[in-house]
């Protein structure tokens, strides 16, 4: 397996590193980045499972996926923080509900952090796109302060007005508050898929439909994990059809803007808070005195026509 993406770049998609913690939704996201950007690596952290499970379901679904991008595991634990995974959501292996395949390569390399430098260094304009905690791109960012000149900006999945892991944090920011803060703090273009408009988009049971209906062993599996997380949503929720497919909403934020309803807003983050720990705490206010907006906000996704890219997506590579 080569170390480098070998496929030729389309100018027209935007180039990406994808910065992950599979996870069901994670997974899914990696299939539409192969297909709508320029993948120029994957980068793993621990989040919804260990570091070790998280970079190996990463390399299951390069393997699914028939790809030769690069990845590099990085941060196997919080900056500040105790590690603490999900496997309420995903399963102890971040991927449980479907009988995967065991990886065919290894790892391309162990300093996530290094990679990510390295990259945006040598090819301006790349956007980061964490789905995940934000460890990587925090240490990242603090080690290269360059870095926020050279990138296009980052797209992540995380936040919003509303929790899950707590009354007033999303999982991903409350894992890594501190790191999340720093993301924030960068001052650079800032794109937030936060639970908000997650939760528009539901893996329902017509959904799975359109990916079970696929042919090919990737439609399969990856149908079956969808079952599994929407499983675990709908027991664990008054009112949810299926599993917020979170992820491949920061994915979808620079392939597929049109799909989006996006408002400027300034966003914070709590780290100190007894009960807030983790909140990111949007300005709604109409007082001119509030602070200048330094994220683009998803506040609508037309759910149909989203999970329709990602059903694309999968017979792209289904086989």
Known sequence: MSSTNTSPLNASQPSIILDCDPGHDDAIAIVVAALHTNLVGITTVAGNAPLTMTTRNALIMTDLLRLDTPVHSGADRPLVA????????????????ADLPEPTRGVDGDNAVEFIIESCRSTEGIWLV???????????????????????GISLMGGGSFGNRSAAAEFNIWADPEA????????????????????????????????????????????????????????RHDDMGGAAVHDPLAVMALTHPELFTIVQRHVVIETAGDHTRGMTLIDERALIER????????????????????VAAIAHFSS
Do not use: W
Not at 82 to 97: I, M
Not at 185 to 206: I, N, R, S
């Open 82 to 97: 105790p590690p603490r995974h999900a496997g309420y959501v995903h399963g102890e292996s971040g991927l449980d509900g």
């Open 130 to 152: 964490p789905v995940g905690p934000l460890t990587n791109i925090a240490l990242a960012l603090r080690l290269a302060s360059d870095l926020k000149h050279r990138i296009a």
């Open 180 to 235: 999340a803060a720093m993301v924030y703090e960068y001052g650079g273009p800032l794109k937030m898929a936060g639970l908000d408009v997650t939760h528009q988009f539901q893996a329902t049971p017509d959904r799975i439909a359109k990916v079970s209906a696929l042919p090919g062993r990737l439609a399969e599996l990856l149908a079956d994990l969808l079952h599994f997380f929407s499983a675990t949503y709908m027991t």
């Open 291 to 310: 602070r200048p907006p330094n994220c683009d906000v998803l506040t609508h996704v037309e759910a149909d026509a989203a999970f329709d890219v990602i």
